[in-house]
């Protein structure tokens, strides 16, 4: 059958050619009649352009425009079908055409800049709705994908901000829903407070986070069982930076007491119970302050030494060279040492259960070096000579440790280490409570 309709096809357009002599406008003929608009458009295009054909150039137009109202008519089909791939192909099929054939003024331009408007709209619509009911059903990496979709097709597109909320809001508010079902109030406090920060009005996020919250709150006091032997500043600071490391970590459960005149009585009640915590001493500071739980804690140790200064005399030259002149200069060095231990507790006072212990011990040492040379610095050069007055095969500048040098000519020593001793272990201390309060609130 095929072979006999190719064979037919094939005489037509050979009876079409022996008839004229512009066989390029008979074939065009064959294809018109024979559905095949784009090969009879070519042909009539080529009889216009070699043999000046009018009839063709009229042919061309008329057949250019029904095509192209065709194709608009199957888009327009193709978009209340929903097959908006299709209709994205044959629009941009159409404009090719359009750009191929602009000297025939088609004016085609604002039809395929309607029927593309037509087309984003309504396929962005699409994807929002498919996006929007896959989040509400949970189907979270469909959700992703329409987004996605969404967001390259159509990157203005008024509610997609929306949706993109929607995206976390749904999921961390469900997630908070099942897990306040469950009693397991910290993670619902923390999918809530997910959803507040996008939308505080969202349902009843704020109310659930405020009933989670209030499950988990607790109080919480911090005191430093004095020892005269420890500077008063070191005490204050290690209180201010045990606090403040506890507020850093931005948990809304732990509700610091910060009562500093009761804190101070405490300190001054403590300082005679002893070296060790027991239950009933913490118990007792916890209720006098009003706090659910309390943070005692004392150094154990605190010594502080440096090891007597020593010089040395050293031997340089005011210049880069052996033949400039010999000079002395002075090296002095010292260490300073810092051996430290401090422990705290953590109690609960209704009940005077210990719930976590910690010893913090603290070790380390600074060697402390600079030089001194009573004339011109800049040009002072380390080196060795044997004589200040007489040449010698010893004589020798060390220019690569100019630099070494020049830094300690410049090294100040108006104080010891021990304020940065102090400053490193407070850090240390708050730290690992700051790290024990961390796992009681996780765990809680």
């Known amino acids: 059958m095929k072979a006999s309709l190719l064979f037919l096809f094939s005489l037509s357009v050979l009876m079409w050619s022996c008839s004229s002599t512009d066989h390029f406008f008979n074939d065009a003929k064959v294809y018109e009649q024979n559905n095949m608009p784009l090969e009879a458009i070519k042909n009539y295009e ?88 896959s989040v509400l059903s949970e189907r979270y990496d469909d959700a992703d994908i329409y987004i996605h979709q969404l967001e390259k097709k159509s990157p203005n597109y008024p509610e997609l901000d929306y949706l993109k909320s929607l995206r976390v809001i749904i999921p961390n508010y469900n997630k908070g829903e099942k897990a306040f079902e469950l009693g397991l109030f910290r993670e619902a406090m923390n999918f809530y407070a997910e959803v507040l920060s996008i939308d505080a009005d969202y349902k009843n996020a704020l109310e659930r986070f405020n009933e989670s919250l209030s499950r988990v709150r607790f109080s919480l006091s911090i005191v430093l069982k004095e020892n005269e032997s420890i500077p008063d500043a070191l005490e204050r600071s290690i209180s201010a ?138 040009r002072l050069y380390p080196g060795n000579w044997r004589t200040k007055l007489l040449g010698s095969r010893m004589d020798e500048v060390y220019k690569e440790q100019k630099p070494a040098l020049d830094e300690l000519l410049q090294n100040n020593i108006g104080g010891s280490s021990e304020v940065g001793f102090q400053q490193k272990f407070t850090e240390l201390i708050a730290s690992r409570i700051a790290e024990m309060m961390l796992t009681f609130t996780s765990n809680r």
């Not at 061309?60 to 097959?83: D, F, G, P, T, W």
Request: glycine share 4%; charged share 30%; no cysteine.
């Open 46 to 133: 080529r009889s216009y352009r070699q043999n000046d054909n009018v009839e063709a150039h009229v042919a061309i137009k008329n057949l250019s425009l029904r095509y192209a109202e065709s194709e608009l008519s199957q888009v327009k089909i193709a978009l209340q079908s929903k097959r908006f791939e299709e209709a994205e192909r044959s629009l941009t099929q159409l404009d090719r055409f359009n750009n191929e054939y602009q000297w025939l003024n088609l004016d085609l331009r604002s039809k395929i800049d309607q029927s593309s408007n037509e087309l984003n709209v309504a396929w962005s619509e699409e994807l929002y709705e498919n996006a929007y009911q």
């Open 241 to 378: 930076e045990i606090k403040q490391s506890i507020i850093e970590l931005n948990d809304k459960s732990i509700e610091l007491v910060d009562r500093e005149n009761i804190d101070d009585l405490l300190a001054e009640q403590l300082l005679g119970m002893g070296a060790g915590f027991s239950e009933n001493i913490t118990g007792e500071a916890g209720e006098l302050i009003g706090a659910q739980y309390i943070i005692i804690g004392e150094f154990v140790t605190y010594r502080v030494r440096s090891s007597p200064e020593r010089r040395y005399e050293r031997k340089g030259y005011l210049g880069p060279n052996t033949n400039d002149q010999k000079v002395n200069y002075y090296y002095y060095e010292r260490e300073d040492h810092m051996e430290a231990s401090f422990r705290f507790v953590m109690v609960e006072t209704a009940t005077g259960k210990v719930i976590a212990a910690d010893h913090v011990p603290y070790v380390e040492s600074e060697k402390i070096a600079y030089a001194r040379f009573n004339g011109n610095a800049q």
